[in-house]
């Protein structure tokens, strides 16, 4: 694993911190990437205070947490690392230069250690082990490679690729690509069922919403939603399918079992607000929506549908992430 920088434990360099609260940090807490900033935002989701805010690579996007829930992991977009914070302690301790792999942008931090993210830059999905430091890429041969999921085996990927319209499936044990699925004019957010049983991929020019059938990649469902749907989120139980619509500022939402759209909802309303990216909390009841041209977050009650809070944030709050940090003694 090739690291550009030793480990520390205070990062030198922050960016305004909006107040005077000093870490360790607890509690439950929000952390968004500002890409047109270069930072991230450690925010307090129960008092909305903005804990501190940290430098980090060009263009941070996606966002990791790690199994522990203790560190987050934020890709720079614009170049070829990916930074590793201790969340508590509000501090950098390591940066991963993913070369020859660039551009990193989809992320996910595996619960056997491994980061997984796309690399578009090198049309490549790069896998890190975070217990010995080995890098590996599996390339996916389609162009604009962008978002990714892992089943829950950790067995297989699948990757949207905006520029190709297809959707690569790709086999983590062999390290080799399985297929590609074609998905539209340009699919770029997806997730998975909690059981991996059907992959829900949003086409964002058409404003469809696709599933497919990962037993034997059929696609299953066609779903008219918002327009320009940039992301998708499914709730922790499996039950509703979210696509956020980046073109009216609005979210659909989709009954998992039987395809139908159950609620549309107007959030940020407009498309100068660049609503684009989503995440359930742990327990399914809210909904944030990062709304990135506001530098802020949207907190969505799902049972009422409506904007309970707003957090601000840095320019450009795109990517998410939500842990918990146990007090220390």
Not at 155 to 169: I, K
Not at 196 to 204: F, S
Not at 250 to 265: F, P, S
Request: proline residues 5%.
């Amino acid at each position: 694993m090739k690291r550009l920088l030793p480990l520390f434990a205070v990062l030198a360099a922050c960016a305004a911190p909006a107040t005077s609260a000093e870490p360790p940090f607890s509690g439950d807490l929000l952390i968004t990437g500002n890409k047109a900033e270069d930072t991230v935002s450690i925010i307090d989701l129960g008092s909305g205070e903005e804990l501190a805010r940290l430098e980090t690579g060009d263009q941070p996007h996606e966002i990791a947490i790690s199994p522990d829930g203790a560190r987050a992991a934020v890709v720079s977009y614009g170049g070829t690392t990916v930074d590793i914070f201790d969340i508590a302690t509000a501090s950098r301790v390591d940066r991963i230069d993913l070369s020859p792999n660039s551009r990193p942008h989809g992320l996910l931090w595996l619960a056997d250690n491994r980061l997984v993210a796309t690399t578009e830059g090198s049309g490549t999905l790069t896998i890190v082990d975070m217990d010995d430091g080995a890098i590996s890429a599996i390339e996916t041969g389609q162009q604009v490679s962008h978002m990714v999921a892992v089943n829950p085996e950790r067995t297989r990927a699948y990757v949207t690729n905006m520029g190709s319209g297809t959707v690569t499936a790709i086999d983590l044990e062999a390290g080799a690509k399985i297929r590609d699925l074609d998905a539209g004019e340009s699919p770029e957010g997806l997730a998975l069922s909690p059981d991996g049983a059907t992959l829900w991929v949003a086409d964002r020019d058409n404003a469809m919403l696709y599933a497919f059938d990962t037993a034997n990649f059929a696609r299953t469902a066609e779903i008219p939603v918002g327009n320009f749907p940039i992301r998708v989120a499914v709730s922790p139980d499996g039950a509703t399918v979210v696509t956020s619509n980046y073109a009216d500022g609005g979210l659909t939402l989709v009954d998992a079992e039987t395809r139908d759209v159950r609620r549309i909802l107007t959030i940020s309303g407009s498309a100068s607000a660049a609503q684009v990216t989503i995440l359930f909390s742990p327990d399914g009841r809210t909904l944030y929506a990062a709304e990135t041209g506001r530098a802020r977050v949207a907190a969505i009650n799902m049972d009422s549908g409506e904007v309970i809070r707003r957090y601000d944030a840095g320019e450009g709050s795109d990517g998410l992430a939500v842990t918990r940090i146990e007090p220390t003694d």
